[in-house]
Structure formats: C-alpha cells, structure tokens
Nanobody, 127 residues
Framework: QVQLVESGGGLVQAGGSLRLACEAS????????MAWFRQAPGKEREFLAA????????IYADSLKGRFAIFKDNTKHAVYLQMNGLSPEDTALYYC????????????????????WGQGTQVTVSP
C-alpha cells in the first residue's frame, strides 16, 4: 500500500501562485509514476503532470501552457506542483496519484491507470 497526502491548497487571487505538495509513504516503489490531477465540479478528472522517482522525464498536459511545474524530492518521497498565473478556471480539487505499474508515457495521462490517490486539496481562485 501507498499512502498519499496532499497539502498546500487554498484561496488565491487571479494571477497568484500556489505550491502543492504530495508526501508518499508506505511501499513507495522506486519505479512508481507520480502524477497530479484535478477535478472541478461537474467535470471529469483532468491530468496535469507526471514524473517518476527514477527518471528525469516529465509529462505535462498541453493545456497548462507552461504555467505549472512538477518537481520531486526523492529523499522525502515528495512531489510538488508549482502553479503560477492562476485563473478562476483553475479552481478545482487537486489530487496526487501514484502507480507502480505505469510507464512514463501517454498511458500516464489516464486516471484509470493509477492505483493510489490522495484525499485531494482544494484550490480556489477568485477573480
């Protein structure tokens, strides 16, 4: 089992920034793919970014247009999502996810491939 705990969400004004954190514990396999998703009310869960503990490669959703950055701290088993230039359209519940089965490729974009999820952290962006 892998436990994931997100933090860092909150209320921010449009144009502002937030940094989300996801701390993993338990059986944190070295080959695990770690990802960030978000889900707004009435919408499907949306892929944002993915990385892995052992590879430097990163995958981003095209829609982010360079505003978000994912990075990791292997010593802490933590993954972060730096979000800049936030707009009200970014308001959602943000989730961290992990999978020891996936490879860091297009499969990483599908939420159904992830075995472990955090509880989510709310991000609200005011106009």
């Amino acid at each position: 089992q892998v436990q994931l705990v997100e933090s860092g969400g909150g209320l921010v004004q449009a144009g502002g920034s937030l940094r989300l954190a996801c701390e993993a514990s338990g059986r944190t396999f070295t080959s695990t793919v770690m990802a960030w998703f978000r889900q707004a009310p009435g919408k499907e869960r949306e892929f944002l970014a993915a990385t892995s503990w052992t590879r430097a490669s990163i995958i981003y959703a095209d829609s982010l247009k360079g505003r978000f950055a994912i990075f990791k701290d292997n010593t802490k088993h933590a993954v972060y999502l730096q979000m800049n230039g936030l707009s009200p359209e970014d308001t959602a519940l943000y989730y961290c996810a992990a999978s020891p089965r996936l490879s860091l490729n297009s499969d990483s974009l599908d939420p159904s491939g992830y075995d472990y999820w955090g509880q989510g952290t709310q991000v609200t962006v005011s106009p």
